[in-house]
């Protein structure tokens, strides 16, 4: 019993220094979404925008894409905002699993090549082959902004 305690005091104090370290390799690369793509095979780009507005609201310009399965997009994402903004592409049940993980470990850092942090005034890209059809979510992970309006979709549709 004395075992059975110490080792569940010590396994509760590994946790926090786990959870708040690198999100490296939280993925493989295929995904329900899609995986990686190239950039000499991307058929479209989008520009997106991440701020916040005046009345409090986080938010994506724009919110919704329409893809077709099997298209390779360059995602062009500026922060156009004052505050570190994140955009994260995945099924909705991942978002909200990453949502719960990022509010205990708000200062996880993140490396992941379906998702992109960054800091005010600065721009980046990802590129992503959509393998698959459906719905998908985007989404800001900070603690906070989804909760203020920073998510939206992305629909994949067949060939």
Same mark, same amino acid.
């Given at each position: 019993?004395? %075992?059975?305690?110490?080792?569940?005091? @010590?396994?509760? @104090?590994a946790?926090?220094?786990l959870?708040? !370290?690198?999100?490296?390799?939280? /993925?493989?690369?295929?995904?329900?979404?899609?995986?990686?793509?190239?950039?000499?095979?991307a058929?479209?780009?989008?520009r997106?925008?991440?701020?916040?507005?005046?009345?409090?609201?986080?938010?994506?310009?724009?919110?919704?894409?329409?893809?077709?399965?099997?298209?390779?997009? &360059?995602?062009?994402?500026?922060?156009?905002?004052?505050?570190? /903004?994140?955009? &994260?592409?995945?099924?909705?049940d991942?978002?909200?699993? /990453?949502?719960?993980?990022?509010?205990?470990?708000?200062?996880?850092? /993140?490396?992941?090549?379906n998702?992109?942090? @960054?800091?005010a !005034?600065?721009?980046?890209?990802?590129?992503?082959?959509?393998?698959?059809?459906g719905?998908? %979510?985007?989404?800001? @992970?900070?603690?906070?902004?989804?909760?203020?309006?920073m998510?939206?979709? &992305?629909? &994949?549709?067949?060939?």
């Open positions: 019993m004395k %075992t059975a305690i110490i080792a569940l005091f @010590l396994a509760a @104090l946790s926090p220094a959870g708040s !370290g690198s999100h490296a390799g939280g /993925h493989s690369d295929t995904m329900a979404v899609g995986e990686p793509g190239a950039k000499a095979q058929t479209q780009t989008i997106v925008t991440m701020k916040e507005t005046d009345d409090g609201r986080m938010i994506f310009t724009p919110d919704h894409f329409n893809v077709r399965q099997g298209q390779t997009i &360059v995602f062009s994402i500026r922060n156009a905002g004052k505050l570190d /903004h994140e955009f &994260v592409l995945d099924q909705e991942k978002v909200m699993e /990453h949502k719960a993980m990022m509010e205990k470990f708000p200062d996880m850092e /993140h490396d992941d090549p998702a992109i942090r @960054l800091a !005034g600065t721009s980046g890209e990802i590129i992503w082959k959509f393998t698959n059809d719905t998908f %979510t985007i989404a800001c @992970l900070v603690p906070g902004h989804y909760d203020a309006g998510h939206g979709n &992305v629909t &994949v549709s067949r060939k």
